[in-house]
């Protein structure tokens, strides 16, 4: 199993596929782009089906999320998806998206066995979008939604930041229309992850906000079961059955309850999205090594994972590789 000093036990698998993206959300790019990975860096579908095969035969991952970048531009994701599915134990299999380019894929993706989707989505008014993700792309996410939900990716779960001065108004407007249309909204605080290291905590959103905000239009109570290593805390709406989440990785850190594991497009390790080491799988696939040693370089890179994620700390530093670079 992939377990560290502090006895918590990795299970959940975040691969980014690609670096790439369609859209240019403020939070996580600048609007020029990024210098993209070349194509000889990045991992082969072949040598990301291997890394998953033994992270869900060796080390105990039960969990596999497909991101990015947007994970949508990979060629050759369905294929992935189709593996990935015909694996013995079998993971739970699940995407985060921008959305666009779900209204083709939706179903194929279905057919090869992806579980469900996350689509992220902040806003209701496309002139919002386009200032927000500076592209206008509105309508095909919404359209991505529905497909996702007409294939049966369910539940469709909804990821929403919110951005001082552009949608912090509409955290009821966004969530009585998730509940309408049958989506699991949750809210996720704006985290020092941007290529443009734009974030200043003073300006951000916070949990505590989003709250406030909700509580203008619904009831909320917080739901009886903790939130474990899910990231989110849930409440209940207006005494049910609909819920609402809040990942509060700035004011309410869940560190000590992480289950993930992280694999770069390129092929790196990371134990935590704030990092600032990775642990480099792509030089032992490519020189051969087999699977005990890939495992094992793998046991040790978690190994060595902290306590937190030190944003607290006022010696905190950003990780060098921007959100879009590591998988969100
Ligand atoms: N492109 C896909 C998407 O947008 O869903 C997948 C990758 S994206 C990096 C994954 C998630 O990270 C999205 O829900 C996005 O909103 C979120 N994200 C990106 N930058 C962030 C930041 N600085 N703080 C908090 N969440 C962020
Ligand atoms: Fe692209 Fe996702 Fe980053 Fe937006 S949050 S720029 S959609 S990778």
Same mark, same amino acid.
């Given at each position: ?43 082969? +579908? &072949? #040598?990301?089906?291997? %890394?998953?095969?033994? /992270?869900? @035969? *060796? ?108 949608? +912090? &108004? #509409?955290?009821?407007? %966004?969530?009585?229309? /998730?509940? @309408? *249309? ?108 087999? +699977?005990? #040693? ?6 040790? /890179? ?27």
């Amino acid at each position: 199993m992939l377990v560290d000093t502090y006895g918590r036990v990795a299970t959940d698998l975040r691969v980014s596929l690609t670096d790439r993206c369609n859209l240019r959300c403020t939070y996580c790019m600048p609007e020029e782009g990024l210098q993209w990975l070349a194509k000889p860096d990045l991992l082969t +579908d &072949d #040598e990301i089906v291997r %890394l998953i095969r033994l /992270a869900t @035969t *060796e080390l105990g991952v039960t969990e596999i999320r497909f991101t990015g970048g947007e994970p949508l531009l990979r060629p050759g994701l369905t294929g992935i998806v189709e593996r990935c599915a015909a694996l013995d134990p079998r993971p739970r299999l699940s995407l985060t998206t921008n959305g666009i380019g779900l209204a083709r894929t939706a179903p194929a993706l279905r057919a090869a066995g992806l579980d469900r989707v996350n689509v992220s989505l902040d806003t209701l008014r496309p002139e919002v979008f386009r200032r927000l993700t500076r592209r206008d792309r509105h309508q095909d996410v919404l359209r991505g939604l529905e497909a996702a939900r007409a294939a049966g990716l369910t539940p469709v779960k909804i990821n929403t930041v919110l951005m001082p001065g552009a949608n +912090d &108004d #509409e955290a009821p407007e %966004l969530l009585s229309w /998730a509940i @309408t *249309e049958g989506y699991e909204l949750r809210f996720i605080e704006q985290m020092p992850l941007d290529a443009q290291h734009g974030w200043r905590r003073e300006g951000m959103i916070t949990a505590d906000d989003v709250l406030r905000s909700l509580r203008t239009r619904f009831t909320l109570t917080p739901e009886e079961e903790g939130r474990g290593s899910a990231p989110a805390e849930r409440w209940i709406v207006d005494g049910g059955p609909h819920r609402v989440g809040v990942i509060a990785s700035v004011t309410r850190p869940f560190c000590g309850a992480c289950d993930r594991t992280r694999l770069t497009a390129d092929g790196q390790i990371r134990n935590c999205l704030f990092a600032r080491e990775e642990t480099d799988l792509r030089a032992a696939l490519r020189s051969g090594a087999p +699977d005990g #040693e890939i495992a094992e370089t793998w046991r040790a /890179a978690m190994w060595g994972k902290k306590a937190g994620s030190g944003l607290d700390d006022p010696s905190f530093l950003q990780p060098d590789r921007p959100m879009s670079a590591i998988g969100g």
